[in-house]
């Protein structure tokens, strides 16, 4: 009876120590195959292309001074008209032309700033502003714009709210077959990666599709615009 009492101990403690043993392997063998699992690669993917701007928007500013209120808002009055029959002239719809309110200063009422005894009392800033996606008419036009100058309109181009702006509105359009270069991109650097270190490439783990930018190809060219898309993307790597 004490011998089977022995043995059932035995054989009890063999099988708890064989048990924890193919436990541990196991959970071991489990760790390493979750290890290698994690074996990632990061890669960016980028792609560029050049697109023509699609709208066009050029302010035409004038200034204007006098030393009389009523005689100044005439003189406005014909400049403006002046300016949209020249641009009709040249083929700007009329539709595509806005004019703004006119920024008039009165030197006299200003309490600092500006010599005492100016020549005019009265300066005037105006604004007509050609909005139009005719961008090759446009640019046509304002080489032209020296023909405003002959007929005494003073076109002031030095500020930042003068400065004429492209833009390029078709980005929805033209996103998908970017990031797919973008993507394709990314997987030819992660294959390289993946060949120089014995490995096998997986899936995409993640990836992030990242920012579009859209900016002038070059200071002489701003209607040209280049737009870029960096994707980030993480691929498993296995042996």
């Given amino acids: 009876m004490e011998n089977t009492g022995r043995f059932n101990a035995v054989v009890l403690g063999l099988s708890l120590f064989l048990g924890l043993s193919l436990l541990g392997w196991l ?16 890669v960016k993917g980028l792609a560029e292309q050049e697109f023509m701007a699609d709208v066009v928007i050029w302010p035409i500013a004038f ?3 006098n030393n009389k209120l009523p005689e ?14 020249f641009l009709s002239q040249h083929g700007i719809a009329g539709e595509d032309v806005s004019i703004a309110t006119p920024a008039i200063t ?17 300066t005037a800033m105006q604004t007509v502003t050609v909005y139009s996606t005719e ?10 714009l020296p023909e405003l100058g002959q007929q005494g309109i003073v076109i002031t181009g030095n500020n930042y709210q003068s400065q004429t702006e492209y ?14 270069e973008a993507t394709r991109n990314a997987r030819e650097v992660a294959d390289k990666f993946a060949q120089d270190s014995d490995s096998s490439l997986g899936k995409i783990r993640k990836a992030s599709q990242g ?4 900016s002038p190809r070059d200071n002489n060219n701003p209607h040209i615009k280049k737009v870029r898309v960096v994707s980030t993307i993480e691929y498993y790597l296995s042996d």
């Avoid at 009165?106 to 005019?120: I, L």
């Avoid at 961008?135 to 304002?142: E, H, L, N, S, T």
């Fill in 106 to 122: 009165d030197k006299s009422a200003q309490q600092y700033g500006g010599p005492s005894g100016a020549e005019f009392r009265y």
């Fill in 211 to 214: 920012q579009f930018s859209i």
């Fill in 135 to 144: 961008i090759d008419k446009v640019r046509a036009v304002m080489n032209q």
């Fill in 72 to 85: 100044l808002y005439q003189e406005l009055e014909t400049s403006t008209r002046t300016i949209t029959a």
């Fill in 167 to 180: 833009l390029f509105t078709r980005l929805n359009d033209v996103k998908p077959a970017m990031i797919e």
């Fill in 27 to 42: 959970m071991a063998h489990a760790a390493i195959s979750v290890k290698e699992y994690e074996r990632t690669v990061t």
């Fill in 63 to 65: 200034s204007l001074a």
